[in-house]
Nanobody, 123 residues
Framework: QVQLAESGGGLVQAGDSLKLSCVAS???????MAWFRQVPGKQREFLAA????????KYGYFVQGRVKISRDNAKSTVILQMKSLKPEDTAVYYC?????????????????WGQGPQVTVSS
């Protein structure tokens, strides 16, 4: 079983940028990776996804232009960068992995998940 561990997050100011990292315990190069976020009481929101070797990316409609996903297979790490943060970006952020050949925007597409760091954006 692959374990995913996120780092980054915490309390940030509106307008700042954020960098979240996620490290996989094994098999990283065969995983398509994604980032989601969730606010209590609301549906999980897709943010970004990247294919196994980084050749394909997808971005969520409401955050595209403000987020960038990248990966370093040598370090088993996927990174999410988000700029121009707003208070409504406050959520728990999760990385997820899939063994499927393609990346998707639904959480059902992914089989392993990290614990999720809290990101709080203050105004």
């Amino acid at each position: 079983q692959v374990q995913l561990a996120e780092s980054g997050g915490g309390l940030v100011q509106a307008g700042d940028s954020l960098k979240l990292s996620c490290v996989a315990s094994r098999s990283f190069s065969i995983l398509g990776m994604a980032w989601f976020r969730q606010v209590p009481g609301k549906q999980r929101e897709f943010l970004a996804a990247i294919s196994r070797y980084g050749g394909s990316t997808k971005y969520g409609y409401f955050v595209q232009g403000r987020v960038k996903i990248s990966r370093d297979n040598a370090k088993s790490t996927v990174i999410l960068q988000m700029k121009s943060l707003k208070p409504e970006d406050t959520a728990v952020y999760y990385c997820a992995g899939t063994l499927r050949a393609t990346i998707g925007t639904s959480g059902l597409h992914y089989y392993c998940w990290g614990q999720g760091p809290q990101v709080t954006v203050s105004s």
